[in-house]
Nanobody, 124 residues
Framework: QVQLVESGGGLVQAEGSLRLSCAFS????????MGWFRQAPGKGREFVAT????????YYQDSVKGRFTISRDNAKNTAYLQILSLKPEDTGVYYC?????????????????WGQGTQVTVST
């Protein structure tokens, strides 16, 4: 079975930066497109960014373009989310997800496997 473990979250001040990691195990990582989602307190889970299994195709939610960068290292079985200039509204639990297809997807229902999440808290 596939297992995903996020790390790298924490408490940071506004305008700070974080790099979140998602370690993949159990299957062949390069066969899976990956996504990042987040859930703010009291709100539903929303799409953030996604990347194809080759790493050549990437798509972002409009609100994070220019600040967030999704990437993957297939040799390390790891996906990343680099976040710059954090804002209080970025606060929430960040989840990585995997789907056994070449193409990326913005839809939660298209992802087969999910990590436990990592908390990001941005203070003013």
């Amino acid at each position: 079975q596939v297992q995903l473990v996020e790390s790298g979250g924490g408490l940071v001040q506004a305008e700070g930066s974080l790099r979140l990691s998602c370690a993949f195990s159990g299957r062949t990582f390069s066969n899976y497109a990956m996504g990042w989602f987040r859930q703010a307190p009291g709100k539903g889970r929303e799409f953030v960014a996604t990347i194809s299994r080759s790493g050549l195709s990437i798509y972002y939610q409009d609100s994070v373009k220019g600040r967030f960068t999704i990437s993957r290292d297939n040799a390390k079985n790891t996906a990343y989310l680099q976040i710059l200039s954090l804002k209080p509204e970025d606060t929430g639990v960040y989840y990585c997800a995997a789907r056994g297809r070449a193409d990326y997807s913005v839809f939660l229902s298209d992802y087969e496997y999910w990590g436990q999440g990592t908390q990001v808290t941005v203070s003013t």
